[in-house]
């Protein structure tokens, strides 16, 4: 598999593209005035303990507080297992109001909630994650070899220094890398944490510790590994902070990044501007002539599979596992490129034989293999529908890039110009009998008053008849299509 990151820059705003096999996959947009927050370090106050939630609110210098839950609230180094075995799980044994505490960003900000901490502070390099506060060396499942499992362990194990306390995961990259890697890797992020920690000691309250990484540098410490050929980027200057990056942190990986001067926008290539705007659709087209219909909502994700205009060439049965098929594998690419976590809901077409069921849910999971983001497929419903979840850490692309329709609120639907008409006529005749005027004037959208004007015109003739004053009608440019005022004259 052929796999390569394109990076547009432009002065207020980052955007990232991972194409694989010329099809876009995911997207990461990093904005001036939304920089994502997942994995800054603060310095926190607690200002509130619910124990009713075995929760706190933090106050970290962010416009809302940020949610600290006592399940990610870490113990000191002189538990000894059996002891943190039998850990409280009463909040307020762990935090009390005006406390200062470090804490770390696990989840950014979304929609109303505020950001959700942990005191597990995890830092990252190149190969490694140093855990602070955890024990042992774990191992990323994703290296599957069992010996060089065991190998990355043993090194790790025997580079960590005599009397320090911390827990390491080596991460999917390592696999390969050489020990004296692993140990200049292992040092750095003891330099580093000493410094976050020093940091954290003399901080005020609401203070940023430590920030992560801009996203193009983020973008080499965590994907460069991961099958990637190359990484294009069009702007000169950070072209040169990611070599500057890659010299220092993977020398080996210098001759994969690129700068990128085609006289067409490097988003241009492979259709990416399409792309994106196809992903912010409701309705996604299948090959086949079937669709999905994605519904994001505050409490979950719900996705329909639908047939549309595929018919097949043997039976309806075979007709819908193939639809179903190609469904799943599309689904898997839609989380990854809108950036879809928390719950969701898939419906797939009905279908009669269980071997059909078993193979797409197979293809689903074969397909969600490939995504960074933790998913899990817990079952089928009795109702036929999958139930899964996708970790959830930044915003999804929707929410990113677009806001509720200042028309319809978010609802995805406004009144029809008839059911307005229907409003305007009651609205009159309340108007009649409470007030004294000579006419009315009815101020509303477009398709509204040219409704007035032709299908209704005859009710609003018995309209003026009923309230005794005439009505004049008056198009507004800048109402919605369900907005209207009715003006005593």
Do not use: C
């Given at each position: 598999m052929s796999a390569e990151i394109l990076v547009n820059v432009m002065p207020r705003e980052t955007r990232a593209a991972l194409i694989e096999n010329g099809v876009l996959q995911e997207l990461y947009v990093e904005r001036a005035n939304r920089v994502g927050i997942t994995s800054n370090i603060y310095k926190g106050r607690v200002s509130r303990v619910l124990p009713g939630m075995q929760a706190a609110f933090i106050d970290v210098g962010l416009e809302r507080t940020a949610f600290l839950h006592v399940s990610d609230i870490a113990q000191g180094h002189d538990e000894e297992a059996e002891v943190a075995a039998e850990r409280s799980e009463d909040i307020r044994e762990h935090v009390r109001e005006g406390d200062e505490i470090l804490v770390q960003v696990?989840?950014?900000?979304?929609?109303?909630?505020?950001?959700?901490?942990?005191?597990?502070?995890?830092?990252?390099?190149?190969?490694?994650?140093?855990?602070?506060?955890?024990?042992?060396?774990?191992?990323?499942?994703?290296?599957?070899?069992?010996?060089?499992?065991?190998?990355?362990?043993?090194?790790?194990?025997?580079?960590?220094?005599?009397?320090?306390?911390?827990?390491?995961?080596?991460?999917?990259?390592?696999?390969?890398?050489?020990?004296?890697?692993?140990?200049?890797?292992?040092?750095?992020?003891?330099?580093?944490?000493?410094?976050?920690?020093?940091?954290?000691?003399?901080?005020?309250?609401?203070?940023?510790?430590?920030?992560?990484?801009?996203?193009?540098?983020?973008?080499?410490?965590?994907?460069?590994?991961?099958?990637?050929?190359?990484?294009?980027?069009?702007?000169?200057?950070?072209?040169?902070?990611?070599?500057?990056?890659?010299?220092?942190?993977?020398?080996?990986?210098?001759?994969?990044?690129?700068?990128?001067?085609?006289?067409?926008?490097?988003?241009?290539?492979?259709?990416?501007?399409?792309?994106?705007?196809?992903?912010?659709?409701?309705?996604?087209?299948?090959?086949?002539?079937?669709?999905?219909?994605?519904?994001?909502?505050?409490?979950?994700?719900?996705?329909?599979?639908?047939?549309?205009?595929?018919?097949?060439?043997?039976?309806?049965?075979?007709?819908?596992?193939?639809?179903?098929?190609?469904?799943?594998?599309?689904?898997?690419?839609?989380?990854?490129?809108?950036?879809?976590?928390?719950?969701?809901?898939?419906?797939?077409?009905?279908?009669?034989?269980?071997?059909?069921?078993?193979?797409?849910?197979?293809?689903?999971?074969?397909?969600?293999?490939?995504?960074?983001?933790?998913t899990h497929i817990s079952s089928v419903s009795p109702l036929g529908l999958v139930e899964m979840t996708r970790k959830r850490t930044r915003e999804s692309l929707e929410h990113l890039l677009c806001q509720p329709c200042a028309a319809c609120e978010g609802r995805g639907l406004v009144k029809t110009a008839e059911t307005v008409c229907y409003e305007i006529f009651r609205e009159v005749l309340r108007q009649a009998r409470q007030f004294d005027c000579q006419r009315f004037l009815v101020l509303a959208h477009q398709d509204v008053i040219e409704r007035l004007l032709d299908e209704e015109s005859a009710a609003l003739g018995e309209l003026e008849v009923v309230a005794g004053r005439p009505i004049r009608l008056q198009t507004e440019a800048l109402y919605g299509p369900d907005q209207y005022d009715v003006v005593l004259m």
């Open positions: 696990l989840k950014d900000p979304l929609g109303t909630k505020g950001a959700r901490l942990t005191t597990f502070v995890s830092i990252p390099s190149r190969y490694l994650v140093y855990l602070p506060k955890g024990k042992g060396v774990g191992v990323s499942t994703r290296i599957e070899d069992e010996a060089e499992r065991g190998r990355l362990r043993e090194s790790v194990t025997g580079a960590v220094p005599a009397g320090t306390n911390g827990g390491y995961i080596v991460r999917t990259v390592a696999e390969g890398a050489e020990p004296e890697a692993l140990r200049e890797d292992l040092h750095f992020l003891h330099r580093l944490w000493g410094v976050v920690r020093d940091r954290g000691l003399t901080a005020a309250a609401g203070e940023l510790v430590h920030e992560d990484l801009p996203l193009p540098l983020r973008l080499l410490r965590d994907q460069l590994g991961h099958g990637i050929d190359l990484i294009a980027v069009d702007n000169a200057s950070v072209h040169e902070r990611m070599l500057e990056f890659a010299r220092t942190f993977m020398p080996e990986s210098t001759g994969k990044i690129e700068l990128y001067g085609g006289a067409r926008p490097i988003f241009d290539l492979h259709g990416i501007e399409d792309e994106i705007a196809k992903a912010l659709d409701r309705k996604v087209a299948l090959k086949s002539g079937g669709y999905l219909v994605i519904d994001q909502t505050e409490a979950m994700t719900t996705i329909d599979v639908n047939t549309g205009a595929y018919v097949g060439h043997r039976n309806l049965e075979e007709t819908i596992y193939r639809t179903n098929l190609e469904a799943a594998v599309s689904i898997a690419r839609q989380l990854r490129l809108r950036n879809l976590g928390g719950i969701i809901i898939i419906d797939f077409i009905d279908m009669q034989e269980e071997e059909h069921r078993r193979q797409v849910l197979q293809a689903l999971e074969k397909a969600l293999a490939a995504d960074h983001a933790k």
